[in-house]
């Protein structure tokens, strides 16, 4: 869908088709993952991510709002894992956020997460966004859990921290680390190699 510019003539991208079809995922991937302790995850931000080149053209910063979306999903998922995804988890509360600097196109930023606090009626993350090492961020984020039924009736499948194609950012960091933690040591026997041993962790 596109828009037209008055007395240009130019045609453009409509933004709300734009938002409608975004896949809404604001983390790249886990470097770490601690099940009900803590993760960290990464954000690369580029020009190929629309939002940039309206906020603000000629000098694309990263929102404020989804830095912290970032943290919420990479938290959201910290805390669901924790109870083994048997219940929904919704953003309830950001007592605390606090911003040191802006991150723009091209940047990298580093998302940490430490679970501070879990009960069965929700949790809280305690965040940290890191840019070229230094301290970007400090966000404070309470969740809330409710049971599939009741969380389906009060907001709707697509209205949660964590969506099925962003558990696929989690499942890719458990591949990886299934591959790192796999060792092949060949060992010789009479100068003839011997078979490969493999041990591999459980995720």
Known sequence: MFSTFKGSGRRV????????TMRWIWIDKFLEFR?????????????????????????????A???IEGLAQTGGILVGE????????????IPRAEFYGVACAG??????????????EGAVVDCKAFLNEELLAEVEIVFAHLDNSRA????GPKNFVFTQQLLGVLDLAK??????DLEVTPTESNGQPNAAVVSQDSA
Do not use: C
């Open 107 to 120: 940047d990298q930023l580093i998302y940490e997460v430490t679970l501070t606090d879990l009960r069965a």
């Open 175 to 180: 591949a990886q680390s299934r591959s790192r």
């Open 152 to 155: 389906n009736q009060i907001f």
């Open 35 to 63: 099940s009900g302790q803590f993760a960290r995850a990464i954000k690369n931000l580029t020009l190929a991510e629309e939002h940039l080149h309206d906020h603000y053209p000629g000098y694309p910063v990263m929102p």
């Open 82 to 93: 924790a109870g083994g995804f048997a219940e929904k988890v919704v953003l309830a509360k």
């Open 13 to 20: 991208p409509d933004s709300r088709w734009v938002f409608l």
């Open 65 to 67: 709002s989804l830095i």
